[in-house]
């Protein structure tokens, strides 16, 4: 059974930096795309970051470009997602998520698209 298993999360003051990572286990190929979305209370998953595994092509949201950075871990299956400049809008529960083939035209910004998920990691920013 295919696990996504997120680590990283925690508390830090605004300004700060975090590092957020996600393996998957049980599978045997590589992902299309590993990304990240999070939820903060009250509000819906929204899309972060994504970024497809073989061609090393990348996607932000508008929120986050240029703060945040994601990249693929040297072990098969692994993403990171670098925080910098964190802000409180930050504050979330932030999901890994994956899509093991590719099928059409990409919707990276949408859950649905994503078949893999992980139970997610809290990041708290502090004013």
């Known amino acids: 059974q295919v696990q996504l298993v997120e680590s990283g999360g925690g508390l830090v003051q605004a300004g700060g930096s975090l590092t957020v990572s996600c393996a998957a286990s049980g599978r045997t190929f590589t992902y299309y795309a590993m990304g990240w979305f999070r939820q903060a209370p009250g509000k819906e998953r929204e899309f972060v970051a994504v970024?497809?595994?073989?061609?090393?092509?990348?996607y932000y949201a508008d929120s986050v470009k240029g703060r945040f950075t994601i990249s693929r871990g040297n072990a098969k299956n692994t993403v990171y997602l670098q925080m910098h400049s964190l802000r409180p809008e930050d504050t979330a529960v932030y999901y890994c998520?994956?899509?093991?083939?590719?099928?059409?035209?990409?919707?990276?910004?949408?859950?649905?698209?994503?078949?893999?998920w992980g139970q997610g990691t809290q990041v708290t920013v502090s004013s």
């Open positions: 970024i497809t595994l073989s061609y090393v092509n990348t």
């Open positions: 998520a994956a899509v093991p083939f590719p099928s059409g035209t990409f919707y990276y910004a949408r859950p649905r698209t994503y078949n893999d």
